[in-house]
């Protein structure tokens, strides 16, 4: 609607708006927050930060390089801030196992319901296929 209101291509108007655009962190860090990726432009992956109990939105950042993530969160939160996380809820990505508990020293690490139930299928369907081999016709 803006390019169209001004007479310029959607992309200038993303970019202006890409390059005068910050993001801020959220204030405080939540006790639980929520780690996934997602594919932004020109097919790269970004990482998001959510706050489980709330679903807002705690981080947007460009990549989600475990450097990138343990410096945003050492940078913008505190020791005793990030200490006071109980739980990160993500997907089976092992990358992000290996950075939570230095940077939430006393997280849990919890893998969310989709994924379960994604690897519980999985294994059904494994088994079910071995069983069906060994039958019979």
């Known amino acids: ?3 169209r209101i001004i007479g310029i291509s959607a992309s200038s108007v993303q970019r202006i708006i890409d390059q005068n655009l910050k993001l801020r962190p959220a204030r405080r860090l939540p006790t639980r927050p929520c780690f996934d990726e997602f ?4 097919g790269m992956m ?3 930060c959510l706050d489980a109990a709330s679903h807002r939105l705690i981080a947007l950042l460009g990549d989600r390089f475990n450097r990138t993530i343990k410096n945003f ?4 939160y505190s020791l005793a801030e990030r200490t006071r996380v109980q739980t990160v809820t993500m997907d089976t990505n092992a990358a992000y196992q290996t950075i939570i508990h230095e940077v939430f020293p006393k997280a849990q690490v ?10 519980a299928a999985r294994a059904l369907g494994q088994v079910r296929v071995q069983a069906l081999k060994q039958l019979d016709d």
């Not at 594919?39 to 020109?42: G, I, L, N, P």
């Not at 893998?111 to 139930?117: A, K, L, M, S, Y």
């Open 1 to 3: 609607t803006i390019a």
């Open 39 to 42: 594919r932004s432009t020109h």
């Open 46 to 48: 970004s990482f998001i």
């Open 73 to 76: 969160f050492i940078a913008h």
């Open 110 to 119: 919890v893998i969310d319901r989709f994924h379960i139930i994604q690897l």
